[in-house]
């Protein structure tokens, strides 16, 4: 849970919730105080902006107009728990951001070109130095809270409401987007699908090769080791 591949300029996610909002707000205020012409994008689900760091990030980022968006992936749970046992009804969690001077806007979550065009203009406005944007995108979640098992059968949610947000899965609407534009063909998405496969097998063998990790390893790059009495 803890991926870094500074390779794309991803410097890292937790799992902690909302734990990698004060983490990214500081990799913004690092850029901000070098003057590079850099923008930080924090990826976050609703459950997030119920923690208390989540508006401390917000208020320090608008208080110094740090070129950051905040995006929250709302996909209507968290764990097994539905925004309407979690949150207000009827709380806007824009108008909250909005409320510490940060605008931003809505999009779905689950078209891609939407999701591109409200991105777009988060950044640019972060890029000329306008300061942080908000935006929130609706989508769903498929599977387990943590697994790769589906779990419509727990109770938490039904199998109707399940099926209804699968139609709108948006690898699906976006290869039924390009193929009806004439951008891709048949052969083509078949092509990604399978190197995409491939790419996945190769990890896992790569990964299942390794050896194992020494014991000596388990305590090198912690932050502070303990004196042993």
């Known amino acids: ?66 070129p950051i968006v905040f995006v929250c992936e709302n996909n209507l749970y968290s764990v097994y728990s539905p925004l ?45 130095g306008e300061g942080p944007s908000f935006v929130e995108f609706e989508t769903y979640r498929w599977r387990e809270h943590c697994g790769v098992n589906y779990d419509n059968n727990i109770g938490y949610r039904t199998e109707a409401e399940f099926q209804e947000w699968r139609e709108r899965d948006p690898i699906n609407e976006y290869s039924r987007l390009l193929l009806s534009e004439g951008q891709v063909k048949s052969k083509d998405i078949n092509a990604m699908r399978a190197e995409i496969a491939r790419e996945i097998e190769a990890a896992f063998a790569e990964a299942m090769a390794a050896p194992a990790p020494l014991a000596g390893e388990l305590t090198s790059g912690i932050y502070y080791n303990a004196p042993r009495n």
């Open 1 to 66: 849970m803890h991926l870094v591949d500074l390779s794309v300029n991803f410097l890292g996610s937790t799992p902690i919730v909302g734990g990698s909002l004060p983490v990214a707000v500081g990799a913004a205020f690092a850029t901000w105080q070098q003057g590079r012409n850099e923008v930080t994008a924090v990826f976050f689900g609703e459950g997030a902006t119920e923690e208390g760091v989540y508006s401390e990030s917000l208020n320090f980022a608008s208080l110094k107009k740090l």
């Open 84 to 128: 309407s046992v979690r949150q207000p009804e009827g709380r806007d969690r824009l108008a909250v951001a909005n409320a510490l001077g940060i605008p931003g806007g809505r999009g779905n979550g689950n078209d891609a070109e939407e999701v591109k065009r409200v991105m777009s203009a988060a950044v640019a406005r972060a890029r000329r």
